[in-house]
Structure formats: structure tokens, C-alpha cells
């Protein structure tokens, strides 16, 4: 088999997909469910048809392209990632696992291979947790981490449902079919870029990734009371901006503590109301992600985040509610499927690192159903969730190789 990948093409297709966005290039904004998002659905629909692999989509909007192997009775080999974007994101986030994943397919293709197993490209839905507070939406339900139930339950900030928005969008079937049947897929590979620093710094062009850090998402409403700012005296004030701000710093610290360098905690959203200058914020509402690959860990943080909300409301005399929106457990990489990508790595003479994977991906969640493992490439100093998020051509295209190669060994 004389495996190659059409470099031009591939780069091209991330280029184009790019253009799909609601924001001014080089930035990217592609919300799920967006006209923009399914004017892209829709090209990248296209480009798998084209290449011969048979397409469908779910209730929740996951794209399946499979190309048919010799045995359909056999279960299926998986890659891929998502196209949806936050706002005034990049361009390679996820696309470099579904444009690569398609060219992977299409080297095989010209190659002359034939699998048994049919290779299939996956497009999640929702990945990022933009629209509806929770990320993952279309991998959790595949996998059965996520309810129909508790889907339809979920809603934008203005309170329209999820159910109202995917049905509006063209998916209108029933979210119970969705889930797919035990035993589905022989393996699944993830292609991604790092999102981190660890292999630029270390001159390496692969990562294989052995576990994956487990995420958890809460919001905080905290309530005091408002008033002039220049009427009310300090020592009258229940300020909620004030004990947001001691609160953010404990998280802050709560992660810095952990003893690990796994363990990260980020406020990445504050709302304040009523948003004047001179009037003492009554309201605060904050979004707080915690992630580590220790489950254990992760908890004690946010065990410390709930003694500390308890603190903070009796001594600065406010209401501090919390509600938690996910505590997803942390995955560990097949290593059947490790020791496939590092074989492939060593045929074509490449270097890879065994590493961790700090973000948290659709391939946590099909990790409860299938032996999974996911493939890094560098990305320029670690940016991600950016403009200037960057992976170099070179570095692409191996990965691609890289990924063409394993989902040869693993569906032969």
C-alpha cells in the first residue's frame, strides 16, 4: 500500500471551511445550529458524498460518512472531531479532525486499500458548550452520558430549548435514537491539535494521548443588594461583585493547591448586574470550569469551591447559590488502540510522546462506549480558542498520515 496525502487539498478545505463564520477571518465564530453552522454542515456533507462514502444525520445533527467495508457486518472503525467554533475562535479546532479524518479516507482510497470494517467520519455536534452551557451534546448522547430527558431540558440564556432550536434547524426526529447499539465501534480515533505548548517545546511533531482530563462545569448566582454608590456606606454594603471577585480568587487557589499540575480552574464568565458605573452591582452570576485526569482531585476542588460559596455568603452577608451543570469522569486511552497509532508512528519514521489530554473532547464521552485513543499535533505556542490559533501544513499533513495509517491496521 503506497499511502499518501494530498496536501493541497487538505489545506485548501481547512481554508475554505474557514470561511463559513460569523466573524471577520482570520477569527472564526460558528455556534451550533447558526445558519453559518449549517451552511458549513452542508459543505462538508458535500465534500464526503464526493468521495463516495454514504452519509447520514441524527436528531441531534451528528454527520456519519462511512466508507463500506468487506464485512458490514463487522463493527466499525470511527475518526473524527467537530466544525462548531466559539466566538472569535481559529480555524483549526476540531477541523483538523474532520478535514484530516476525510483526507485519511481518500488516501486509503487511492492507495488501493480495502478495509473490513467500514471506516467511518464522524462530525459531533456541539463540542463547545457555547449555545446551550454544556459541551459535548452530540457525543454525550451517542454514548448515553446524556438523558434524552435531561436534553430536552437544556436551554439558551433567553430560555428557548434545545429541542426548539435543533427542530428549527432541520433535526426534528426523536432524540431517543440517537444512542448508538453496544459494540458499534471497534475503535475510534481522535486527530486534534494540542491546544497546549508540550510539543512545540519538546520539538516533537505527535502526541499520543494515554488519558483524558475529566471536566466539570458549574454556575454561581450570587445576590446582594444594590444601591447608590455614592449613598450606600461601605460598612452598609452587600456588594455581589465583591464576593464574586474573593470567590473567583479562592477557585483561583483551590486548583493552585491541588498538589498536581492536572488540576485547572477557570471563571470564564462574569455577569454583573446592573452594569452601571455608579450603582453597586446587586447580581452575579459566573461560569466555572474545573478539570483534572485524577477524578478524586477533581472533586476535593469542588468541595472547596462549595465551603468556600458558604463562607463568602455569611460573612459578607449575601446568597450564593450554585448549580451544577456536568462532573464528567476522566477517560483512559485503549491501549490497543496507543500501541496501533505508536506503531504507525515508528513505520513512518515519525516521533511521538505519550501525553495527556488537559481539554476534554468528544473522544471522553464515545470512551464509554468504545476503545478510543487520540492523536496531538503541535499547534503554535499553545494557542487555542483564538484567531491566531495556528498548526503548520507539515505537521498537519503528518498527523493525517499518522491517522490513515492506524485506521488501515485497525479496520484490516
Not at 175 to 193: D, M, S, T
Request: aromatic share 4%; glycine share 8%; proline share 5%.
Amino acid at each position: 500500500m503506497s499511502l499518501t496525502i494530498d496536501r493541497d487539498r487538505l489545506l485548501s478545505e481547512i481554508d475554505e471551511l474557514a470561511s463559513f463564520s460569523d466573524a471577520e477571518a482570520p477569527a472564526v465564530t460558528r455556534i451550533v445550529f447558526t445558519p453559518t453552522d449549517l451552511k458549513a454542515r452542508a459543505w462538508v456533507k458535500g465534500r464526503c458524498e464526493n468521495a463516495g462514502l454514504t452519509v447520514r444525520q441524527d436528531a441531534i445533527g451528528n454527520t456519519f460518512a462511512r466508507w463500506n467495508g468487506s464485512d458490514p457486518a463487522a463493527p466499525v472503525v470511527g475518526t473524527g472531531s467537530h466544525i462548531d467554533a466559539i466566538p472569535n475562535a481559529g480555524k483549526f479546532d476540531g477541523v483538523v479532525g474532520v478535514m484530516g479524518g476525510l483526507e485519511a479516507i481518500r488516501g486509503l482510497q487511492q492507495s488501493g486499500f480495502r478495509p473490513r470494517h467500514s471506516i467511518e467520519l464522524v462530525i459531533f455536534t456541539s463540542e463547545e458548550p457555547t449555545r446551550f452551557g454544556i459541551g459535548c451534546l452530540g457525543s454525550r448522547l451517542l454514548s448515553g452520558s446524556l438523558s434524552p430527558e435531561a436534553a430536552r431540558k437544556l436551554t439558551e440564556n433567553d430560555g428557548v430549548t434545545l429541542d426548539e432550536v435543533r427542530r428549527a434547524a432541520g433535526f426534528g426526529s426523536d432524540l431517543e435514537r440517537v444512542k448508538l447499539p453496544g459494540g458499534y465501534y471497534e475503535a475510534f480515533i481522535e486527530l486534534h491539535i494540542e491546544q497546549g505548548p508540550l510539543l512545540e517545546r519538546q520539538e516533537t511533531p505527535l502526541g499520543i494521548v494515554t488519558k483524558i482530563a475529566a471536566p466539570a462545569s458549574l454556575r454561581i448566582l450570587i445576590e446582594g443588594s444594590g444601591g447608590h454608590a455614592g449613598g450606600v456606606l461601605m460598612p452598609d454594603r452587600r456588594d455581589a461583585l465583591c464576593a464574586a471577585a474573593e470567590l473567583i480568587l479562592a477557585i483561583e487557589s483551590a486548583a493552585r493547591t491541588s498538589g498536581a499540575l492536572d488540576t485547572v480552574a477557570t471563571v470564564g464568565i462574569c455577569e454583573v448586574f446592573p452594569g452601571a458605573v455608579n450603582s453597586i452591582p446587586s447580581r452575579v452570576r459566573l461560569s466555572v470550569d474545573v478539570r483534572d485526569t485524577d477524578l478524586q482531585r477533581r472533586d476535593i476542588v469542588m468541595r472547596a469551591i462549595e465551603t468556600t460559596c458558604d463562607l463568602i455568603s455569611a460573612k459578607r452577608q449575601v446568597s450564593v447559590h450554585g448549580e451544577l451543570l456536568n462532573a464528567d469522569a476522566p477517560a483512559d486511552c485503549a491501549p490497543a488502540v496507543v500501541e496501533a497509532l505508536s506503531q504507525s508512528c515508528r513505520k513512518h519514521e515519525l516521533n511521538s510522546i505519550p501525553m495527556v489530554s488537559r481539554a476534554y473532547h468528544d473522544s471522553l464521552f464515545i470512551a464509554r462506549i468504545a476503545p478510543v485513543a487520540m492523536l496531538f499535533i503541535p499547534c503554535r505556542n499553545g494557542y487555542s480558542h483564538r484567531p491566531d490559533e495556528y498548526a503548520a501544513p507539515e505537521d498537519i499533513v503528518r498527523g493525517t498520515l499518522v491517522l490513515a495509517e492506524t485506521l488501515a491496521v485497525l479496520s484490516s
